[in-house]
């Protein structure tokens, strides 16, 4: 069956860095286009960074441009989300979404908190 299962999260100070992975079972992994998305309490799913199915694209939300790097291996069914410079508001629980034409599927998410 699918499977997005995220890993990589925890506690982490203002100013550090952390990496999230999403690792893909149940489909063919390099036909889909991947994202990353997150949500506070309080507040609604956003968009935080894509990547087509081939990798030669991104595009990220302007509130972590320069600071998240998405990247994906097509050969270890993983993409993943660098996260440096990370702030306060950037807590949340991460998501894993998979996405190729009518299809789409998500992880049960990871949380990531940032807090000195």
């Known amino acids: 069956q699918v499977q997005l299962v995220e890993s990589g999260g925890g506690l982490v100070q203002p100013g550090g860095s952390r990496r999230l992975s999403c690792a893909a079972s149940?489909?063919?992994?390099?036909?889909?286009?991947m994202s990353w998305h997150r949500q506070a309490p309080g507040k609604e799913r956003e968009l935080v960074a894509a990547?087509?199915?081939?990798?030669?694209?991104?595009r990220y939300a302007d509130s972590v441009k320069g600071r998240f790097t998405i990247s994906r291996v097509n050969a270890k069914n993983t993409v993943y989300l660098q996260m440096n410079s990370l702030k306060p508001e950037d807590t949340a629980v991460y998501y894993c979404?998979?996405?190729?034409?009518?299809?789409?599927?998500w992880g049960q998410g990871t949380q990531v908190t940032v807090s000195s």
């Open positions: 979404y998979a996405y190729f034409r009518q299809y789409d599927y």
């Open positions: 990547i087509t199915s081939v990798g030669d694209s991104t």
């Open positions: 149940g489909f063919t992994f390099s036909s889909y286009g």
